[in-house]
């Protein structure tokens, strides 16, 4: 199995990650922000199939071909669409689709409804579903590529 999170950031979510996988899940963390790639890097490098990237998720295919993976089962991420210029969340949202296996998932969290229209273009399925005990509440979206 294969799982990518995009902008780990301080690996809040990482560390779940890592504490709930099988030992033969291969975990793909992409971070942009260096700092934030230093202090993941630092945390999960004593993990076995653990690779952490300082780069963007706009680029997640030619990952996939660096590490020698050819299907992600899911994809979560943090990343705000609703700050993003449209042309990287197009861009990251197409490539997210064109790796994720058929009955993979892309689970990603916002702190709006706004962009839940336009990710919808690219996973028809979204479960949405609210986190209240997030500060400030969060929008939880599991999408998927099929209808069916």
């Known amino acids: 199995a294969c799982i990518v999170e995009y902008g780990p950031g301080t690996g809040a979510f990482t560390r779940e990650l890592i504490r709930r996988r ?3 899940t291969t975990l793909l963390l992409i971070e942009y922000n260096r700092h934030f790639y230093e202090k993941v890097k630092e945390q999960v490098r004593n993990e076995k199939n653990v690779y952490v990237i300082n780069g963007s998720a706009e680029n997640v295919q030619k990952y996939l071909i660096q590490y020698g993976i050819t299907k992600i089962d899911y994809v979560l991420s943090g990343l705000p669409f609703a700050s993003l210029p449209s042309e990287v ?20 969290f916002q702190y709006t409804n706004l962009k839940k229209e336009l990710i919808r273009t690219f996973f028809p399925k979204i479960k949405v579903e609210k986190e209240w ?3 400030p509440p969060a929008y939880i ?5 099929n209808e069916i």
């Open 133 to 135: 005990r997030n500060v």
């Open 89 to 108: 969340s197009d861009c990251i949202l197409q490539n997210t689709r064109s790796v994720l296996a058929d009955e993979g998932k892309f689970i990603t």
């Open 141 to 145: 979206f599991t999408c998927e590529k």
């Open 22 to 24: 099988s030992a033969c």
